[in-house]
């Protein structure tokens, strides 16, 4: 049975994210509820990770579509890399539906310098 805080009920024994020794971009692929356990800065690396490889999945598709007129393409090279531009998207979009509900918003870029302070922030307490 789950202790609750006598004054305001709030679990007294709840489990915090940790941080992780590595985060790779295969761990998007987790489901929302594994990915919520996750503390905000292995997120902030994921997301970085996705971006990284949805930019390289539509400047992918971006070439195949710019291919010459006689250009033989198989068909199935152009789906390929459309539908991982859509996977992508979708990770990308629930990762930052998760920083979302516990930053307050979604950062434009994961740059080393935010990465860094947010280090220093968690380090420090």
Known sequence: MDQA???????LHIRRPQLKEYVS???????????????TYDLL?????IREERSKSYN????????????EIDKSVIEFGESEYRLYTARMKLIEGLLIDRMGYKPKRVDDKLLEALKKRIESN
């Open 5 to 11: 805080c006598s004054v305001c009920g709030a679990p």
């Open 25 to 39: 971009l295969q761990d998007s692929a987790l489901s929302f509820h594994e990915l919520q356990g996750f503390h």
């Open 45 to 49: 690396i994921l997301l970085r990770l």
């Open 60 to 71: 992918l598709m971006r070439t195949v579509q710019k291919a010459p007129e006689g250009a």
